[in-house]
């Protein structure tokens, strides 16, 4: 009796839980994990920001005005001018779409091949030993230097910007996917799915991949971070996204001949990017903390 | 000891021959013929010829591979394609901007990051531990192109105190060096010093709850004395570890900043030789600077075995 009563009691605070509001659920969330929150509201709105560009009061981000050009923020131009008269409102806005591109780009596809490679190097000691020299020398070239190496040989393109980026990750993504790999493979758990005959892809996949699943996350949205920033640094300097699609490096390699006159065309864009790299960051301290990775 | 160091100097022959071989690689895994890339847009087939002669690009790989790595081990990392010049000549001309740049903008992060992660983890919590936190997270995230524009604006165009570019050799005197030196060092600590305090006050916070530590404040010691010798000295090996690894960022910062303040540097010869396509100065450049990171992670291996002798490999 006593526990079938200690037992409802039990219920009334689920219950009355799950009649918690989606608002009230929401704010204690919020409470819990400030920095996943203050982040991801920050990123959902420079994302709608890029996406609907052109709803912002944007005009054509290309169009000179020569008569216009490097005008202060005004009521016309909110961000000022350029010294073509091209709006920086307008450029800066537009500016987000490659940067989120790439950002996101280059996360997936060097977590997808690292992963995959990792995930083989790892399982596999007899590889494990050369390969993971071989990761060390290539993690040994700072990753702007092979990537301005890499745009070099290649024509300047959105789609080049991001291989360019992926390459150097990808040593990266391997060393984490292996480290874990190494652990797992003597857990239990590979051990009783070998015993009943799995197959080394079927442990592969079914019982390594998604202890990963968490710490590949948080490192996903660091890469993303990284990939964002180093975009910019490209464009800046002079190796990245072409002159023709306005990116916010390539807004602010322009406004560097102007910092003296115009010092809004190298400002605005600065500001867009600074809070989008914060905003990916502290998303991935929040999931990293709520996620219990390391 | 003295075994344990050869040891680390011989493991770092098969890492360095690695970053040789993926240097020279970086020319032939893109797609395209590399002497049509490297002639420009506007070369006749004559000049794509030349420049193939020039390069060895017609003999076989193999060969390649081997002339490229004999040359290294003779110190000689062969000629610009635009000015003819060797390319350790260009590099050591460049090599006093890059050195002193990064050089100070390490020490100004080493000597800020360290005190402020033990402050912030001493009075964990306060306002000066969510201080700290909060310019590590965006110190970290901070475009360190656009702050070093911010920089010159708010110091230079607007207050007239500093220059707004360009360098000076010490030789001229140690004032205009550093008056030119200090906002690009600046510029490129703030990523550093953030990775810096974090992980210094990360790694106080673990050993602040020790045992010995509780029995040093116990026993009466100034707190300077328990956080310095007793805490800091433990909890110093991460700090170290993050100091050699964090050089890779100093490198990539460098060479942004570089570009902002007109500095005559490794940086700005890469750039410059990109714009040319000048592929021996790139691969030569890359080349040494990856020799410069791997010979710091080195020294901080070393460094390990000495503050802590328990550590064998």
Same mark, same amino acid.
């Given at each position: 009796?006593?526990?079938?009563?200690?037992?409802?009691?039990?219920?009334?605070?689920?219950?009355?839980?799950?009649?918690?509001?989606?608002?009230?659920?929401?704010?204690?969330?919020?409470?819990?994990?400030?920095?996943?929150?203050?982040?991801?509201?920050?990123?959902?709105?420079?994302?709608?920001?890029?996406?609907?560009?052109?709803?912002?009061?944007?005009?054509?981000?290309?169009?000179?005005?020569?008569?216009?050009?490097?005008?202060?923020?005004?009521?016309?131009?909110?961000?000022?001018?350029?010294?073509?008269?091209?709006?920086?409102?307008?450029?800066?806005?537009?500016?987000?779409?490659?940067?989120?591109?790439?950002?996101?780009?280059?996360?997936?596809?060097?977590? #997808?091949?690292?992963?995959?490679?990792?995930?083989?190097?790892?399982?596999?000691?007899?590889?494990?030993?050369?390969?993971?020299?071989?990761?060390?020398?290539?993690?040994? #070239?700072?990753?702007?230097?092979?990537?301005?190496?890499?745009?070099?040989?290649?024509?300047?393109?959105?789609?080049?910007?991001?291989?360019?980026?992926?390459?150097?990750?990808?040593?990266?993504?391997?060393?984490?996917?292996?480290?874990?790999?190494?652990?797992?493979?003597?857990?239990?758990?590979?051990?009783?799915?070998?015993?009943?005959?799995?197959?080394?892809?079927? #442990?592969?996949?079914?019982?390594?991949?998604?202890?990963?699943?968490?710490?590949? #996350?948080?490192?996903?949205?660091?890469?993303?971070?990284?990939?964002?920033?180093?975009?910019?640094?490209?464009?800046?300097?002079?190796?990245?996204?072409?002159?023709?699609?306005?990116?916010?490096?390539?807004?602010?390699?322009?406004?560097?001949?102007?910092?003296?006159?115009?010092?809004?065309?190298?400002?605005?864009?600065?500001?867009?990017?600074?809070?989008?790299?914060?905003?990916?960051?502290?998303?991935?301290?929040?999931?990293?903390?709520?996620?219990?990775?390391? | 000891?003295?075994?344990?160091?050869?040891?680390?100097?011989?493991?770092?022959?098969?890492?360095?021959?690695?970053?040789?071989?993926?240097?020279?690689?970086?020319?032939?895994?893109?797609?395209?013929?590399?002497?049509?890339?490297?002639?420009?847009?506007?070369?006749?087939?004559?000049?794509?010829?030349?420049?193939?002669?020039?390069?060895?690009?017609?003999?076989?790989?193999?060969?390649?591979?081997?002339?490229?790595?004999?040359?290294?081990?003779?110190?000689?990392?062969?000629?610009?394609?635009?000015?003819?010049?060797?390319?350790?000549?260009?590099?050591?001309?460049?090599?006093?901007?890059?050195?002193?740049?990064?050089?100070?903008?390490?020490?100004?992060?080493?000597?800020?990051?360290?005190?402020?992660?033990?402050?912030?983890?001493?009075?964990?919590?306060?306002?000066?531990?969510?201080?700290?936190?909060?310019?590590?997270?965006?110190?970290?995230?901070?475009?360190?192109?656009?702050?070093?524009?911010?920089?010159?604006?708010?110091?230079?165009?607007?207050?007239?105190?500093?220059?707004?570019?360009?360098?000076?050799?010490?030789?001229?005197?140690?004032?205009?060096?550093?008056?030119?030196?200090?906002?690009?060092?600046?510029?490129?600590?703030?990523?550093?010093?953030?990775?810096?305090?974090?992980?210094?006050?990360?790694?106080?916070?673990?050993?602040?709850?020790?045992?010995?530590?509780?029995?040093?404040?116990?026993?009466?010691?100034?707190?300077?004395?328990?956080?310095?010798?007793?805490?800091?000295?433990?909890?110093?090996?991460?700090?170290?570890?993050?100091?050699?690894?964090?050089?890779?960022?100093?490198?990539?910062?460098?060479?942004?900043?570089?570009?902002?303040?007109?500095?005559?540097?490794?940086?700005?010869?890469?750039?410059?030789?990109?714009?040319?396509?000048?592929?021996?100065?790139?691969?030569?450049?890359?080349?040494?600077?990856?020799?410069?990171?791997?010979?710091?992670?080195?020294?901080?291996?070393?460094?390990?075995?000495?503050?802590?002798?328990?550590?064998?490999?």
């Amino acid at each position: 009796m006593a526990a079938s009563i200690r037992a409802l009691g039990a219920e009334v605070p689920a219950t009355s839980a799950t009649a918690l509001s989606a608002g009230d659920r929401f704010r204690r969330f919020a409470r819990r994990n400030p920095t996943l929150v203050l982040g991801g509201v920050v990123m959902a709105l420079i994302a709608i920001t890029g996406i609907l560009a052109p709803a912002w009061w944007t005009g054509d981000p290309l169009a000179m005005r020569p008569v216009e050009r490097l005008q202060p923020p005004s009521p016309t131009h909110w961000f000022g001018s350029d010294n073509f008269g091209r709006d920086v409102y307008s450029r800066t806005l537009y500016g987000t779409r490659v940067s989120l591109v790439v950002g996101a780009s280059v996360a997936l596809a060097s977590l #997808i091949v690292g992963t995959a490679l990792g995930l083989v190097i790892g399982f596999y000691r007899r590889i494990d030993t050369v390969m993971m020299r071989v990761m060390d020398g290539l993690m040994a #070239i700072p990753a702007i230097l092979l990537a301005l190496a890499l745009m070099a040989l290649m024509k300047g393109s959105v789609r080049n910007v991001i291989i360019a980026l992926i390459i150097p990750e990808i040593p990266r993504v391997i060393r984490v996917v292996r480290a874990s790999v190494l652990s797992l493979r003597e857990h239990t758990m590979v051990e009783g799915a070998r015993a009943l005959g799995a197959r080394t892809p079927r #442990i592969l996949l079914r019982y390594i991949l998604p202890a990963l699943t968490a710490p590949l #996350i948080v490192q996903a949205t660091y890469i993303c971070a990284s990939a964002i920033l180093f975009e910019a640094y490209l464009s800046f300097l002079g190796a990245g996204t072409p002159p023709h699609i306005p990116s916010w490096g390539n807004i602010m390699a322009e406004g560097k001949a102007y910092v003296q006159l115009a010092f809004w065309i190298i400002l605005f864009p600065g500001v867009f990017l600074a809070l989008t790299v914060l905003a990916i960051n502290l998303i991935g301290d929040g999931l990293r903390d709520l996620l219990d990775v390391r | 000891m003295m075994r344990e160091i050869v040891r680390r100097l011989l493991a770092t022959i098969p890492v360095m021959g690695v970053v040789a071989i993926a240097v020279f690689a970086l020319l032939h895994v893109t797609p395209g013929d590399p002497a049509v890339i490297i002639a420009g847009d506007y070369a006749t087939s004559d000049d794509i010829a030349r420049v193939r002669t020039k390069l060895g690009l017609d003999k076989p790989f193999v060969t390649q591979v081997g002339i490229w790595l004999g040359g290294i081990v003779r110190g000689d990392l062969g000629a610009s394609i635009y000015s003819g010049l060797p390319v350790t000549t260009l590099i050591k001309q460049r090599a006093e901007a890059t050195i002193s740049l990064t050089l100070l903008a390490m020490l100004i992060s080493i000597f800020v990051g360290v005190p402020v992660g033990v402050l912030a983890a001493w009075r964990r919590g306060s306002w000066i531990d969510r201080g700290v936190m909060v310019f590590a997270v965006s110190g970290f995230s901070m475009p360190t192109f656009w702050l070093g524009f911010v920089l010159v604006y708010v110091f230079a165009i607007s207050a007239h105190w500093l220059p707004v570019q360009g360098f000076q050799p010490v030789e001229r005197g140690l004032w205009p060096f550093l008056r030119h030196l200090i906002l690009p060092a600046i510029t490129l600590s703030v990523v550093y010093m953030a990775l810096i305090a974090r992980m210094t006050r990360a790694s106080m916070l673990g050993v602040l709850s020790e045992d010995y530590v509780r029995t040093a404040f116990a026993k009466g010691l100034s707190p300077r004395r328990v956080l310095l010798r007793h805490a800091l000295k433990n909890a110093s090996l991460p700090v170290v570890t993050i100091i050699g690894i964090g050089f890779a960022l100093l490198i990539g910062g460098a060479v942004v900043t570089e570009s902002v303040f007109a500095l005559p540097g490794l940086g700005r010869l890469t750039v410059d030789a990109i714009v040319r396509r000048d592929y021996p100065v790139i691969q030569g450049v890359i080349l040494i600077v990856s020799g410069v990171y791997v010979g710091i992670n080195l020294v901080v291996d070393v460094l390990y075995v000495v503050l802590d002798p328990r550590i064998k490999y």
